[in-house]
């Protein structure tokens, strides 16, 4: 167990890091109401419209991720300004997200569904590039308010705490839109909803920009100079740069374990709408809507409010490794229960999963993101000044989007072949027993390849404040 106290210089006071959670429920906000109007696409009251079509609407504009992602990294590495490196793409990012994202979704179920189908897919990809100068900058600005090993399990345990709201409140979606009292239409409801999202998007979303603090960038060697012309003459020190960042075997694994656990978790993410409907309460849609809405609910709930102070405590123990491990171990058990937990004969035993599976998202974000940041001072000690953050949260969240989109993509395709109908008021014996394998398979064995992993990761608590000491010698404190 550590020993060692953080330093008051080294903690981040509570008001930034709520400033900072603020802006991780907008990352979690945004692909949380996007899973859920998916459902609504695919669905025969909502859109109806073919499950492949509506996978590629969330899934190709996550490639544009591949450049936009690493290039706005650079830009906010290099960035000199009054307001610091990262605080002004934050500010302009959120109002181009949550303008976008009201845009996006003012379509008619009454259009031709390849009308829709480009509409919606042309303004994901203009979403794409509003949510990358937000998320990017964001990211980074994380992994340099605190130095600290433990401070920086902390901030993260405490923002992930409050992105969790998001996934709080995004299932109840799948009551109101329904809700004939509220809207004539499910299409409707996606219209109105978005205008409203937009709009605490924006809200939220401007909060790190003003209130939190990170690198004083004047003390930092090697920034270049940014400009369109520089960024563009600038593409091969880009990919150098990701070059460096992919050589260091510490921060690949993180991304390949966070790439496997969470494409793994979101590929069925939506199999639970599906199988909690048509097989527990037979595609009655009134009578399943709110079980539908508090199983993700209260997931998101015991998440943030006992599994990651567990987590936390864990890491603190036994460091961020074994945290990792364990909490992982304790998810797959989790996934498992859910052939118990969905009984069309107790709805109950819905909850039976649940404390276990938290341990899962719980543990993802807040001991890999807490990683990165450290493999960020393995970096600037191995290759030098100018710090990377930008380029290192690019990778990593492109890897999270990456696999997001393609999670969303395989996901359509699997229900396709498994034999889900959109169409239809009802599902086969052998579609429903098909999710239900699915359900429960995939996610387990991909969280248990992330073991694998992790297993013999080597940065430690004692490395990592070797390195930090080193560089402290080295230029001083930022």
């Known amino acids: ?25 907008i990352n979690n906000l945004i692909p949380g109401i996007l ?42 590495d290099n960035t000199s300004s009054h307001f610091g490196r990262r605080r002004p793409y934050i500010f302009i990012g959120a109002i181009l997200s949550g303008i976008i994202f009201m845009i996006l979704w003012q379509v008619h179920d009454t259009n031709p569904e390849m009308y ?3 509409y919606l897919l042309i303004f994901s990809i203009l979403l794409i590039f509003g949510n990358t100068i937000f998320s990017t900058p964001l990211i980074a600005l994380g992994y340099e308010m605190t130095s600290d090993y433990n401070e920086r399990t902390r901030l993260m345990s405490f923002a992930n705490t409050i992105g969790q709201i998001a996934w709080m409140l995004v299932p ?91 494409n793994g978790f979101q590929i069925v993410s939506e199999f639970g709408v599906f199988i909690i409907n048509f097989y527990m309460f037979d595609g ?6 709110w079980w539908v809405a508090l199983f993700p609910s209260v997931t998101a709930a015991y998440t943030a ?7 936390n405590w864990m890491a603190n123990k036994m460091g961020k490794r074994k945290a990792f491990i364990y909490a992982t171990v304790i998810s797959i058990v989790g996934y498992i229960l859910k052939w118990w937990g969905f009984d069309p004969e107790n709805y109950y035993m819905i909850f039976l999963p649940i404390p276990l599976m938290a341990f899962g998202m719980g543990c993802l974000f807040t001991l890999m993101m807490s990683m990165t940041a450290d493999v960020c001072d393995l970096d600037e000690l191995e290759n030098g000044m100018p710090r990377k953050e930008g380029t290192f949260g690019a990778i990593y969240w492109w890897m999270i989007k990456v696999g997001q989109g393609i999670a969303l993509v395989f996901s359509g395709i699997i229900l396709k072949l498994l034999g889900y109908d959109p169409t239809a008021s009802t599902q086969t ?50």
């Open 305 to 311: 409010f006992i599994a990651i102070p567990i987590i």
């Open 35 to 76: 899973g859920v109007f998916v459902v609504i696409l695919k669905s025969a009251d909502g859109f109806g419209m073919d499950t492949v079509l509506a996978g590629l609407i969330v899934g190709v504009p996550r490639l544009f991720d591949a450049i936009t992602d690493p290039v706005m990294g650079y830009i906010s």
């Open 172 to 262: 109840f979606l799948y009551v109101l839109i329904p809700d004939g009292d509220l809207f004539a239409s499910q299409p409707e409801g996606v219209r109105t909803i978005a205008l409203i999202a937009g709009f605490v998007i924006i809200i939220l979303g401007i909060l790190p920009a003003i209130f939190c603090r990170g690198i004083d960038a004047s003390k930092m060697a090697g920034r270049e100079e940014i400009t369109f012309k520089s960024v563009f003459n600038s593409t091969g020190k880009i990919f150098k740069g990701i070059r460096l960042v992919l050589k260091n075997k510490p921060f690949v694994k993180l991304c390949l374990a966070t790439f496997l656990v969470f």
């Open 116 to 118: 829709n189908f480009w």
């Open 1 to 25: 167990m550590s020993t060692i106290q953080t330093a008051a210089k080294d903690k981040v006071p509570v008001g930034q890091k709520a400033a900072f959670g603020a802006g991780h429920l």
């Open 429 to 478: 014996a052998e579609a429903l027993t098909g999710m239900r394998i699915t359900d429960i398979v995939l996610p387990a064995v991909t969280a248990a390849l992330a073991i694998w992993v992790m297993w013999k990761y080597s940065l430690t608590e004692n490395r990592a404040r070797e390195i930090k000491a080193e560089l402290v010698k080295r230029r001083g404190e930022l």
């Open 284 to 289: 009655d849609w009134g009578a399943s809507k």
